[in-house]
Structure formats: C-alpha cells, structure tokens
C-alpha cells in the first residue's frame, strides 16, 4: 500500500481516465470541471511533491478565486514553489484570451452601459480589477455605440488635480469619438463613489460637452465589482 508521500508524488497519467482533468474535459466538456482542474490543464504538470491539480488548488487558495488567480501580479506568481516561467506565462495568456475576447464584445454590441452594463463590466473587470495603483481608463464609442478604441489615461493616486479634463477631451477628439465611458478602480476593494469621484466626473461632463461628445457613465471597478455611476443616479449625465 502506497505511503502519503508516494500519492503525493503520483503524476496525474497514472490517475485512472476518468479522474484525469484532460480526459474529462474531452470526454465530458469543460462543465464537469472544478476551478482547479481547469487551472491544472493549463498548467500541465506540477512539482516533485505535488501535482497539477494539487498545485492549482494552492494557488485557488492564495489568491482567493479563479477571476482573483488569472489577475494575479507576476511577481507574486513568482513567489510559489513550481511556479517557474512556463507556467506564469500560460495563466498570463489564458487572462489575455479572456480580455480580448470581451473586447471583442465591446467592438460588436450596443454598449450603452444603462442598457446592457454586463458587456462593459466584464471588460473593465478583466482589464483593470487587479490593478494595485487607481487606473483612469477611458473606452472610446462611436455613433453606434460600438468600441472604438480604449487606454489607460492616468495612473496613481487619482484628484482633480491629477485628471485632466482637457487630455481627455484632446483624445477623444483624436479618437473621433462620438461618446466614451470613463472607468477607474479603487484598489482598496471598497464599491463606494467618492465625492472626489463625483467631482471628477461633473468636470469631465462639463469638459466634454464644449467639444460636443458625450459621457455616457462613469464606473468604478473594486476586485470582481462595478458600479455605474449613471445607474445609481449619482450623477446627472
């Protein structure tokens, strides 16, 4: 009988077929997976001591979630044992998978965030919900409301002093832009507009409206969480 040191070190090709993570996923489609076995394909093997699937429920738990794990800084990623090159750089890809295809959504859809605000909170969750600075993210419309272009305008501890309403202005004309959607996050977690917040958000639409292009919401990204300031009426856009 086998010792618990030899079932820790039992690669995951000696598991029966039905148990393997790969073969599930084949046989059965990716619903019959956990969070961990998904992650364990993509890492492909695990440690001396520890298999793929092992490995992929530690990192689970560090990081506290599968959204949480594929937004985790590459540094910290570097700080676990078994977490060498190869392995950062496939969770990075499958994160970057992920971003394009829902900005892909973006490029195809009615966007209008008071109608239809899961296409661009998933985007901004995606692309702004690890960041450990705030980010001042701009999306960019045209008539159709369709996505146009988007970029990150500021970064740092965000004021009124730190965000120019004429940059923005100057880009979105650049852009051809006929609204945007402005976006940052709070890297405190907290799901909470700001009076700085709001205050920002009037001067922008005051901004905005000189060059006759519309601000159509403001939303603010906390981890997994969004919140419309146009659909909470924090503000009259």
């Not at 859809?109 to 998933?122: A, G, K, M, W, Y």
């Not at 990204?221 to 009259?236: H, P």
Request: charged share 30%.
């Amino acid at each position: 009988m086998k010792n618990n040191a030899d079932q820790i070190r039992e690669p995951i090709k000696s598991w029966p077929e039905y148990e393997r993570p790969r073969e599930i996923l084949l046989e059965k489609g990716p619903d019959h997976l956990s969070d961990a076995g998904l992650i364990a394909i993509l890492l492909r093997t695990g440690t001396a001591r520890k298999d793929a699937v092992q490995l992929a429920r530690e990192l689970l738990d560090r990081f506290g979630g599968l959204s949480e794990l594929l937004r985790a800084p590459k540094k910290e990623l570097e700080e676990i044992k078994g977490m060498g090159p190869a392995k950062i750089s496939q969770l990075m890809a499958a994160l970057e998978i992920i971003k394009r295809q829902l900005r892909d959504r973006l490029e195809k859809s009615d966007i209008l965030t008071f109608e239809n605000p899961r296409i661009v909170f998933d985007y901004l969750q995606s692309s702004m919900g690890a960041h450990k600075k705030e980010v001042f993210k701009v999306l960019y419309l045209n008539a159709g409301n369709r996505l146009i272009d988007d970029e990150d305008l500021f970064q740092g501890t965000l004021n009124e002093s730190a965000v120019y309403p004429r940059e923005v202005a100057r880009r979105a004309l650049e852009k051809n832009a006929y609204s945007i959607i402005i976006a940052h996050n709070h890297p405190s977690g907290l799901l909470q507009a700001t009076d700085r917040d709001i205050s920002i958000t009037r001067k922008l639409l005051k901004a905005l409206k000189t060059v006759d292009i519309k601000v159509l919401d403001h939303v603010i990204v906390a981890g997994s969480q969004c919140l419309s300031m146009r659909l909470e009426k924090l503000v009259e856009f």
